[in-house]
T-cell receptor, first 114, second 112 residues
Framework: NAGVMQNPRHLVRRRGQEARLRCSPMKGHSHVYWYRQLPEEGLKFMVYLQKENIIDESGMPKERFSAEFPKEGPSILRIQQVVRGDSAAYFC????????????FGPGTRLTVT | RKEVEQDPGPFNVPEGATVAFNCTYSNSASQSFFWYRQDCRKEPKLLMSVYSSGNEDGRFTAQLNRASQYISLLIRDSKLSDSATYLCVVNAPGGGADGLTFGKGTHLIIQP
């Protein structure tokens, strides 16, 4: 049973470009969470999604950031017009339907904005 | 006051010793508590859940004190492979629905 998969593992973007981060949850998991970890900081919750629904995006910056989890395919975290402050590790986690606190993390995408 | 606070360390401990860390949380409505482990530049991995009555998993013991709002992790007979950052995690209403609130972690170094 493959774990949570994220790609790319490393992403370099210039300021002003768009970044797209993908996450495929574990088989049988229907809940996806995105977290951001800035250097020397703890993980911060960004958004919680189920298939075709955003359940809670209270941790997501109001501008430039969006997330989706379509009926088919991976969850996507999209950052438009990236700035240097967006450089961070972005982790995706998934959980089974009835155990939302049992979250399994993917290996993360390290975004570097130059 | 930070939502979840941990001593960042590092804790330098000789192999075979016992080490303990605490974590405090600010939201008295928190209901679920966990310890995660994160190796350098890797993803966090669930180490153990923390139950009200305390629980043990091999060399690891977790305790919860709701009255004082702190959680502890005890590692006995420490191994070199225990070197990692240990993250205290709570679910905090308002911390993002079913998202989790992470402490910044305690860095543990086991020395041979």
């Amino acid at each position: 049973n493959a774990g949570v998969m994220q790609n790319p593992r490393h992403l370099v973007r210039r300021r002003g470009q768009e970044a797209r981060l993908r996450c495929s949850p574990m088989k049988g998991h229907s809940h996806v969470y995105w977290y951001r970890q800035l250097p020397e900081e703890g993980l911060k919750f960004m958004v919680y999604l189920q298939k075709e629904n955003i359940i809670d995006e209270s941790g997501m910056p109001k501008e430039r950031f969006s997330a989706e989890f379509p009926k088919e395919g991976p969850s996507i975290l999209r950052i438009q017009q990236v700035v240097r402050g967006d450089s961070a590790a972005y982790f995706c986690a998934s959980s089974p339907p009835l155990e939302v606190y049992e979250q399994y993390f993917g290996p993360g995408t390290r975004l570097t904005v130059t | 006051r930070k939502e979840v606070e941990q001593d960042p360390g590092p804790f330098n401990v000789p192999e075979g010793a016992t080490v303990a860390f605490n974590c405090t949380y600010s939201n008295s409505a928190s209901q679920s508590f966990f310890w995660y482990r994160q190796d350098c530049r890797k993803e966090p991995k669930l180490l153990m859940s923390v139950y009200s009555s305390g629980n043990e998993d091999g060399r690891f013991t977790a305790q919860l004190n709701r009255a004082s709002q702190y959680i502890s992790l005890l590692i006995r007979d420490s191994k070199l492979s225990d070197s990692a950052t240990y993250l205290c995690v709570v679910n905090a209403p308002g911390g993002g629905a079913d998202g989790l609130t992470f402490g910044k972690g305690t860095h543990l170094i086991i020395q041979p």
